[in-house]
């Protein structure tokens, strides 16, 4: 780890486990979808200004995450690659921050190299890396924000105070228009006690107008110009995105206030067993300025989140810095001491995870087969798990040479899995593919009818035409669909024969379906017979032809 040669090894590791495999599978409905059909309408119409979905009004997030995928369109392509980039990078540069903020906390190698290498492997890290939405961009502008916020107070030097003080201002701003007003919020909820406990609260008040200022001077142009375009932006964006998704008892993903602690267990592998112990340590080492840092960084958002009534797996993704660092400096001081034990519990742990998994997988191809006639996905599967075992039984065996093996196990894991999963989870939720091979069909067609938003965004996005009519689906578009001028983009299960017979006449109907019960089967029993019909999983795709005069 202190060798020339580990930071390149990071580098091309970084590459081959989060870059490579963005191509390789199709997007994911509803996120993936969404955020690509959005950003392509940035491209297609101009409006850099006000968020958009299928050319309807779409206010839950600010502009920012939908600049960064339009910017990696329009550079790599309208293509998944593309639509990724952005989140790759991201979590790269959050890599970087967990390199740079362990070299200034420990001025150690072995420590700086150990914490860039758990924060990559950590598996939800590398997934969401890969996954095109706007949490590894929030995720990122919230750990430059704190990673700034170390940098100026762990400095002498007035103008690296001042440039600390700027860049945490910077961050605040885009993370702002990145995801709202959360950007703001968590470093305040983490500076203002940790200032308090050093008594620098001085401090606090004269270098903080600093970042407010930068921050407001960021976002400020954005602001004023969307409540220009949509005076009612602001009032939809911070009622319903914040206070009621907090507060209220009807908001969305509502769940018991305990939800993440287990789930900051289950994102901490492959390296789960270091983290009661760093975990003690780090609390006997409180008093430490840097400990006491990182602590309030990882906990207090950590209870924040779980104070909220609406809750979603990723919120606590900024809290997965810090936490690397912690689990970071007990491995090393562990590696140090020749202490094995940890390892060899880590490595058991791990292996038993995919050994139960492997004889899972073995026991439903038998009784009840995943995989269907896909030899090829099933060899993938069984490979990423033999990497897995191998990996981890290298740490069990040789713990202190190998302890970084389960990193390789898991990046592979994360790279492949997407590519390997079985036609049955693929087909029902990666529909852009289908629409791929049917696009020159579906594109010579006059008007586009699709009963379920992930399927209407790929259609879209695919063909990038945003205006697809909305079959008897309602959803998140709820508040764009109540303006007067999206009236026609609402077709009702009633009127559904009428409004094809008049588009009809105009030419040819491209209809994407998903059937995924009784009610879906009735809304496609109201379609016309005639035309082509292709069906993959639970899409169809309906080519309707032109009536006759």
């Known amino acids: 780890m202190s060798k020339r040669w580990a930071l390149p090894l990071l580098l091309i590791a970084f590459a081959l486990a989060y870059l490579v495999p963005l191509g390789t599978h199709g997007l994911w409905i509803p996120d993936e979808t969404r955020y690509a059909q959005i950003s392509q309408e940035m491209l297609l119409s101009g409006n850099w200004v006000s968020p958009h979905f299928m050319g309807l009004r779409y206010f839950e997030k600010p502009i ?20 990724r980039i952005a989140s790759a990078l991201t979590t790269g540069l959050s890599v970087v921050l967990t390199y740079l903020i362990a ?62 003080w700027a860049v945490l201002g910077l961050a605040c701003g885009m993370g702002f228009m990145t995801k709202g007003f959360l950007a703001w919020l968590l470093p305040v909820l983490i500076a203002l006690p940790y200032m308090i406990w050093q008594k620098r609260w001085r401090e606090l008040l004269v270098y903080g107008p600093i970042a407010i200022v930068v921050a407001i001077v960021v976002s400020l142009p954005w602001v004023l110009a969307v409540h220009g375009q949509e005076p009612d932006y602001w009032r939809f964006f911070f009622w319903n995105e914040h206070i009621r998704r907090f507060s209220a008892d009807d908001a969305q993903h509502a769940s018991p206030w305990w939800f993440y602690l287990p789930l900051l267990v289950a994102f901490s592998l492959p390296w789960v067993a270091f983290l009661p112990a760093s975990l003690k340590q780090a609390w006997s080492t409180r008093r430490q300025a840097g400990t006491g840092f990182l602590l309030l960084w990882l906990v207090l958002p950590l209870a924040f989140f779980s104070l909220s009534k609406g809750k979603l797996p990723t919120y606590i993704l900024p809290c997965l810095l ?35 998994t492997l004889l899972a997988i073995v026991y439903l191809q038998l009784k009840q087969p995943v995989y269907v006639d896909e030899m090829r996905s099933l060899v993938l599967v069984f490979t990423v798990i033999m990497v897995w075992n191998l990996a981890n039984l290298m740490q069990l065996v040789r713990p202190l040479n190998t302890w970084a093996a389960p990193a390789i196990g898991s990046l592979l894991l994360v790279a492949i899995l997407p590519a390997a999963l079985p036609h049955s989870a693929v087909y029902n939720k990666t529909p852009d593919q289908f629409v791929l091979e049917h696009l020159d069909e579906l594109g010579q067609t006059k008007h586009l009818l699709s009963n379920d938003l992930g399927a209407a965004s790929a259609l879209a996005w695919r063909l990038q035409r945003p205006d697809v009519a909305l079959y008897n689906t309602i959803g998140e578009v709820k508040y764009g669909l109540q303006y007067p001028d999206a009236a026609a983009r609402r077709v009702n299960l009633d009127h559904v024969q009428q409004w094809m017979s008049e588009a009809r006449k105009t030419g040819p109907v491209g209809v994407v379906m998903r059937v995924k019960g009784e009610d879906e089967l009735h809304e496609a029993e109201q379609l016309p017979k005639e035309g082509k019909r292709y069906e993959r999983g639970n899409i169809i795709i309906l080519i309707i032809p032109q009536s006759a005069p």
């Open 64 to 83: 920012a995450g939908y600049w960064m995928i339009a910017i990696g369109q329009a550079v790599f392509g309208e293509n998944l690659f593309g639509v």
């Open 103 to 164: 070299r200034r906390l420990w001025n150690d190698p072995r420590k700086s190299v150990a914490s860039a290498l758990l924060y990559m492997s950590f598996a939800v890290v590398a997934g969401q890396g890969g996954y095109a939405n706007l949490d590894p961009q929030f995720t990122f502008w919230v750990n430059l924000s704190l990673v700034a916020l170390w940098f100026a107070l762990d400095t002498t030097s007035r103008a690296s105070r001042l440039i600390g």
């Open 322 to 356: 810090p936490l690397a660092l912690l689990m970071a400096n007990t491995l090393v001081d562990r590696l140090n001491q020749g202490k094995s034990r940890l390892f060899k519990v880590n490595g058991a742990l791990n292996l038993a995870i995919g050994l139960l």
